[in-house]
């Protein structure tokens, strides 16, 4: 277990373009976050799961974001149509029973 | 709603100066949990404490100590002797009990520099 990966680390795009990253937890991790961190600003919630199943989304997450998470296993996050407001870091965690989040090192989106 | 304040944007200290972050939170929920983590240029968060919001016990790990106050809403963070290895930027988070989502709420984080 190498703790939790994210795919790619870094990610240059053109507006208007779609992107999707990736995210593998701890495999034995039930629950599984997204979070976006802009320049100078902490992370904030985007969305989690609970195995395959989606149970809250912040209000940050637009109609242009989906994220799913498959038989419980990896999560991937899309964005359509992006957005120079896109650009951030989107960090993924996971975690199971009492809090113990375990973060990766993150996906740096750029648009252009 | 739950909030954090790092009230603290920047600081700049020299190596082995001790240096004190802090950290104010709001919340409704009686029970709820407090995190620090530091996040180096790399990006990834690293972990450092959690405290539950039961146990105002103040702890110290190494060079680094905490200390909790639920009567001030304050969760501050020292380290003594500081290092260079030290530079990160640091973050207070708050989340709620086990039942709910249990997402954290961050603060916007204390960039430390610690100079040799």
């Not at chain 1, 991790?29 to 997204?34: A, I, S």
């Not at chain 2, 702890?59 to 909790?68: D, H, L, M, T």
């Not at chain 2, 380290?79 to 039942?99: H, K, M, N, R, W």
Request: aromatic share 12%; proline share 4%; with cysteine.
């Amino acid at each position: 277990d190498t703790g939790v990966s994210q795919n790619p680390r870094h990610k240059i795009t053109k507006r208007g373009q779609n992107v999707t990253f990736r995210c593998d937890p701890i495999s034995e991790h039930n629950r599984l976050y997204w979070y976006r961190q802009t320049l100078g600003q902490g992370p904030e919630f985007l969305t989690y799961f609970q195995n395959e199943a989606q149970l809250e989304k912040s209000r940050l997450l637009s109609d242009r974001f989906s994220a799913e998470r498959p038989k419980g296993s990896f999560s991937t996050l899309e964005i359509q149509r992006t957005e120079q407001g896109d650009s951030a870091m989107y960090l993924c965690a996971s975690k199971q029973g009492t809090p113990g989040y375990t973060f990766g090192s993150g996906t740096r989106l750029t648009v252009v | 709603a739950q909030k954090v304040t790092q009230a603290q944007t920047e600081i700049s200290v020299v190596e082995k100066e001790d240096v004190t972050l802090d950290c104010v939170y709001e919340t409704r929920d009686t029970t709820y949990y407090l995190f620090w983590y530091k996040q180096p240029p790399s990006g990834e968060l690293v972990f450092l404490i959690r405290r539950n919001s039961f146990d105002e016990q103040n702890e110290i790990s190494g060079r680094y100590s905490w200390n909790f106050q639920k009567s001030t809403s304050s969760f501050n963070f020292t380290i003594t002797a500081s290092q260079v290895v030290d530079s990160a930027v640091y973050f207070c988070a708050l989340s709620e009990a086990p039942g709910g989502s249990e997402k954290l709420v961050f603060g916007k984080g204390t960039k430390l520099t610690v100079n040799p």
